[in-house]
């Protein structure tokens, strides 16, 4: 049974800090891509960042968040993090943790999501 389970998530004020987890279980996610959506109240989901599970690839990030998030992978681990930093109101949302097999951008899998709430 494949399973992603975040955990990290609360509340947080405007410039601080928070950091999410995603722990991955069931199989092998050799040649996996690593993601983090997330979807605000009244939006549609949306990319946020990604990185390939071996933790050589080059990382991916939403223009929305450069500079402020980091996304890494710890195969040895079996986890996937996302450190956010300079958090503002706008990154209030829920956050979910995915696997692209083969890379491809088809996101097979996806955790049950973590709620990240930013306030002024």
């Known amino acids: 049974q494949v399973q992603l389970v975040e955990s990290g998530g609360g509340s947080a004020q405007a410039g601080g800090s928070l950091r999410l987890s995603c722990t991955a279980s069931?199989?092998?996610?050799?040649?996996?891509?690593m993601g983090w959506f997330r979807q605000a109240p009244g939006k549609e989901r949306e990319f946020v960042a990604a990185v390939g599970w071996s933790g050589t690839s080059r990382a991916y990030y939403a223009d929305s968040v450069r500079d402020r998030f980091t996304v890494s992978a710890d195969a040895t681990k079996n986890t996937v993090n996302l450190q956010m930093n300079n958090l503002k109101p706008e990154d209030t949302g829920v956050y979910y943790c995915?696997?692209?097999?083969?890379?491809?951008?088809?996101?097979?899998?996806w955790g049950q999501g973590t709620q990240v709430t930013v306030s002024s």
């Open positions: 069931g199989r092998s996610f050799t040649n996996f891509a």
């Open positions: 995915a696997a692209d097999h083969f890379e491809d951008n088809k996101w097979e899998y």
